[in-house]
Each structure stands twice: as structure tokens, then as C-alpha cells.
């Protein structure tokens, strides 16, 4: 996770080097076990932040 300086704030930054999942960037900060979700080529999919 990068999180970066956007337009509206700060944005977050998720990027997967393997073809497992899809990269995706949130506007908001993420939050300890809230679920957020993807679309990507293969259909949606489910991320669940594990922040320790």
C-alpha cells in the first residue's frame, strides 16, 4: 500500500505484482476488517484490511 497526495485528499494505493489479484487505489483510508470491492477481468472480488 502507497497512499498518495490526490485532488479530493489523500488516495491509497494498492498494487499486486502477480496476476492473483488486480491493483486498485481507495479514496478513503482503509479500516481495520471493513471489506472492499474490486472489479477486475475475472469479476468482483473481496479485499478484507488486516491493518496491524
Known sequence: MQA???KGGM???FE???HLHPS???THAPVDG???NVD???GQ???KFKLD
Do not use: H
Open 4 to 6: 498518495k497526495k490526490e
Open 11 to 13: 488516495a491509497y494505493d
Open 16 to 18: 499486486f505484482y502477480s
Open 24 to 26: 486498485f487505489l481507495i
Open 34 to 36: 471493513a471489506v472492499e
Open 40 to 42: 477486475s477481468i475475472d
Open 45 to 47: 472480488q473481496q479485499f
